[in-house]
């Protein structure tokens, strides 16, 4: 499975930004998606994840409750929508993808798209 990352930017602090994840390749219905952020000098981190079948979703400390992760079977695409966003939200934003049912963990998931960056300013 391929995946590429899109809709990063640069927004101000309070707004909202949708990231986009296309999953190309053949897809199993035991796919989970997630999203991972890595800001400068720090490690990276799970945002959330979403199961291919059945939708069901996990999200991580870092999405705050403020981030909602779903997902296009159709389209084949998974998204995250961020809202009030924040300056520490500022990262490098990756989806990836893993068939184990780990999902929270990096080290589980063996595709990743390059990543989309994302900057807030205060």
């Known amino acids: 499975v391929q995946l590429q990352a899109s809709g990063g930017g640069l927004v101000q602090a309070g707004t909202s930004l949708r990231l986009s994840c296309a999953v190309s390749g053949r897809i199993y219905n035991n796919y989970k998606i997630g999203w991972f952020r890595q800001a400068p000098g720090k490690e990276r981190e799970f945002v959330a994840a979403v199961t291919w079948s059945g939708g069901r979703t996990s999200y991580g400390d870092s999405a705050g409750g403020r981030f909602a992760i779903s997902k296009d079977n159709a389209k084949n695409t998974v998204s995250l929508q961020m809202d009030s966003l924040e300056p520490e939200d500022t990262a490098v934003y990756y989806c990836?993808?893993?068939?184990?049912?780990?999902?929270?963990?990096?080290?589980?998931?063996?595709?990743w798209g390059k990543g989309t960056q994302v900057t807030v300013s205060s």
């Open positions: 990836a993808a893993t068939q184990s049912g780990v999902f929270t963990m990096q080290g589980y998931y063996r595709e």
